[in-house]
C-alpha cells in the first residue's frame, strides 16, 4: 500500500503530466498552422487588427479585452482561434488555454479553462470562463470614431475552499459585464500606428474570480476601469502596456490593480505569440507579485 506522501508526489505527477500532453497537442496544432495555406484563416481584416488573446478567453491583449473580435473573419465569414497562456510570478502560475469563435465579425464566443497553482502550499484552483462579446458598432480602422463592443465573462470556480475560507459573498459562480472602445490610428505617431483601448467594467470577481465574488468588505458589483494602449513598430511587432483597476472586497486582504509590458509578434494571419512583464501587486496577502507573462494564439480558420 502507498504511504499518503507517495501516493500525493504520483497524483500531482499525474496531473502535471497530463498537463504537459494538452500543451504538446495544442502547440503541435499551432505549428501545424505555420506551414497551412493562408486561406484557412479568415482575410478580411488587416494583419494584428484582432489583436492576441486576453487572460480570460477574449481577444484583446494580456489582461484587457479589446473591442476588437477574435480572429480574422469579415462580415461574411467565421473565424475560431485556440491559445495557451501562462502567467508566472513570485508567488504563483496561471496556466489557460482556450478557444474562440467570431460569427460574422458580429459576435465572440470565448471559453477559457484557467489553472491558478499556488507554488508554496501546493494547492490548485481551476476556475472556466464563457464570454460573449458583440461589437455594437464602429470599425476598429475605417470609421471616424472607435470600435465599440460589450461582452459577458459568466466564470464558475471549480475549487471553492480557499474562497470560503477568505470569506467570500459567493464561491460558486460569478459574472463580469464590460463595455469598451477600440481604434487603431494609421501611422498617427511619426508614421507608426498607435492602438488604444478604454473599458469599464461591472464585477464581483475577487482575484479574477480565484477567491470568489465578492466579499465581507463589499458585495455588490463595482465599477473598475481597464486600458491598453501599443504603438506598432512594423506590421508584425507591437509594443504595449495594458492597465487594468481591479475591486476590493476582502477585508481578509487589499487586491492592487494589474499592469503589463508586452511585445506582441504577429508573423502572419495563422499564429502569434506575446511576452510580458506583469506587475499584479499583492495576491492573497503576497505582495509584490511581478514576473512573466507568455501566450501563444493559432487561427485554424
Known sequence: ?????????????????????????????????LVTSNAYAGQGKLLATP?????????GSGIVPWASLAGYASRDEIAASTFATRVSVDDYRLNVLGMAINLYDRVEISFARQNFFLK???????????????????????SPY?????????????????????????TDHG??????????????????NFLWTAGVRSTKSNQLGFLGYGGDRQDSYSLQVEASAAVFVNRSLAIGLDYRQKPNNLSFAKEDDWVDLFIAYI??????????????GAIAGASDQTGMYLSITGYPW
Open 1 to 33: 500500500m502507498k504511504s499518503p506522501e507517495v501516493a500525493f508526489v504520483s497524483k500531482d505527477r499525474n496531473r502535471l503530466t497530463k498537463r504537459f500532453g494538452t500543451y504538446i497537442v495544442l502547440l503541435v496544432t499551432i505549428g501545424c498552422q
Open 51 to 59: 489583436g492576441v488573446t486576453q487572460i480570460e478567453g477574449t481577444g
Open 120 to 142: 508554496y502550499a501546493g494547492q490548485e484552483i481551476r476556475q472556466e470562463v464563457i464570454g460573449f462579446k458583440t461589437r455594437l458598432y464602429g470599425d476598429l480602422v475605417y
Open 146 to 170: 472607435p470600435q465599440v463592443s460589450a461582452g459577458l465573462q459568466y466564470k464558475t470556480l471549480k475549487d471553492r475552499d480557499i474562497a470560503e475560507t477568505v470569506g467570500a459573498d459567493r
Open 175 to 192: 459574472y463580469d459585464l464590460y463595455l469598451t472602445a477600440t481604434k487603431l490610428h494609421l501611422g498617427l505617431l511619426n508614421g507608426y
Open 267 to 280: 508573423p502572419n494571419k495563422q499564429v502569434n505569440f506575446t511576452l510580458a512583464y506583469v506587475d499584479l
